[in-house]
Structure formats: C-alpha cells, structure tokens
T-cell receptor
Framework: EAGVVQSPRYKIIEKKQPVAFWCNPI?????LYWYLQNLGQGPELLIR????????DSQLPKDRFSAERLKGVDSTLKIQPAELGDSAVYLC???????????????FGPGTRLTVL | AQSVTQPDIHITVSEGASLELRCNYS??????LFWYVQSPGQGLQLLLK??????LVQGIKGFEAEFKRSQSSFNLRKPSVHWSDAAEYFC??????????FGTGTRLKVLA
C-alpha cells in the first residue's frame, strides 16, 4: 500500500514569490492534515480536512496561506506571497476516521522542505 | 493548556546501550499518548501509542513506553540501541478527538 505522497520534496524560492505544495493521501483516508514543522520543533497543525470540508483551519494564517482539497482526495497548500519566516518543512498526514473511535492513527508523508531566500 | 515537554534536545548513546527518552505532558483529561520517529528526510512514523489499559506499551522496532499518570510521563525505552535508531523522536498527546500536540523532539545520536 502506498503511503502519503508529497511533492515537491524540496523547494527554494525568493521571498514574495508564490509556492504550492501537493499531497496525495493514502487511498480511502477521509481525513487530511497539513502541519508546519519549524527547525527544532514538533509539527503544528495548520488545517484539517474531513473529506472536502476544512473543519479546523484556526491555525492557518489566512492572509497568505490557502488550502484546498478538491473531490476529497488530493490537497494543495499555497503560500502567496512567501516570507523569509515561512522556511520550514510542510508535512501532510492522512487518517481514516471512523465514528466512535477516540483516535485514528495519522500517517505522515515525507514533507516538503521550503527555503525562502 | 495542553502541552508536551521533551526535556532532552539531544541524546548520545553507544550502540548496544539502553535508551530512555523522556516525555512529560500536561492534559486535563485522560491522555492519548504517542511516540513518533522521524528519520532524516522522512515523515513521522508511529512507534507506539497509549489509549488505556496496560501502562506498559510495546511498539515497533523493539521500543516500549510506560505511562505514569502520577508523574504525567510517557517515557520511551529500548534495551539495546542499534545504529539505525539514530533519528529524531517526538512525543505527542491527543488533545481533543483529532488534534495532536507534539513535543519539540529529541535527536538521538548512536555511537558505533
């Protein structure tokens, strides 16, 4: 079974440029997460999707960040314009959430390492 | 507020030696606790999880962790470390149904 796929793996851009990251979750997983991981830190949730709906985007900086999950499968996270402080690893995770289960394991992709110059 | 503390930023052990990585959490209700490992350039892989029941949890790759409610701890252990265990280890607490709060990680270096 294929895991969570992310692309690109690495991206270097100049500040003020736009950038987009793509995530393909594990087949059949209904919930998708985008995390931000700064150097030396643990991942922090940016947004969570249940199918097509963004059910928790409270930590997403909406002035420059946007995300979409069309058809409830693949997802794209965009930054426009990028700032120096956006340099980090962006992780995508997915899980199969079932009713009544207290938790569902999240499976993580390898991440996209963004460097903003 | 919910939080996770991993007091050791770096740990170095010799191959074959035992390992213990510390994790302390702050959470008002019964916690759901996790340990993840992240190798360079890789995503996070779940080592083990605690939901309820036996406080000693066995995971993959020979790791185990013990939940101690009185100490708010969930320390990760391995009796004999292999060079391939060198990686970064993250402890996380489930805060709400879907939200994980991660610690800042402990980077493990293994000496040959």
């Amino acid at each position: 079974e294929a895991g969570v796929v992310q692309s690109p793996r690495y991206k270097i851009i100049e500040k003020k440029q736009p950038v987009a990251f793509w995530c393909n979750p594990i087949s059949g997983h209904n919930t998708l997460y985008w995390y931000l991981q700064n150097l030396g830190q643990g991942p922090e949730l940016l947004i969570r999707y249940e199918n097509e709906e963004a059910v928790d985007d409270s930590q997403l900086p909406k002035d420059r960040f946007s995300a979409e999950r069309l058809k409830g499968v693949d997802s794209t996270l965009k930054i426009q314009p990028a700032e120096l402080g956006d340099s980090a690893v962006y992780l995508c995770a997915s899980s199969l959430v079932s009713t009544g289960a207290p938790y569902n394991e999240q499976f993580f992709g390898p991440g996209t390492r963004l460097t903003v110059l | 507020a919910q939080s996770v503390t991993q007091p050791d930023i770096h740990i170095t052990v010799s191959e074959g030696a035992s390992l213990e990585l510390r994790c302390n959490y702050s959470y008002g209700a019964t916690p759901y606790l996790f340990w993840y490992v992240q190798s360079p350039g890789q995503g996070l892989q779940l080592l083990l999880k605690y939901f309820s029941g036996d406080t000693l949890v066995q995971g993959i790759k020979g790791f185990e962790a013990e939940f101690k409610r009185s100490q708010s701890s969930f320390n990760l252990r391995k009796p004999s470390v292999h060079w391939s265990d060198a990686a970064e280890y993250f402890c996380a607490v489930g805060a709400g149904t879907y939200k994980y709060i991660f610690g800042t990680g402990t980077r493990l270096k293994v000496l040959a």
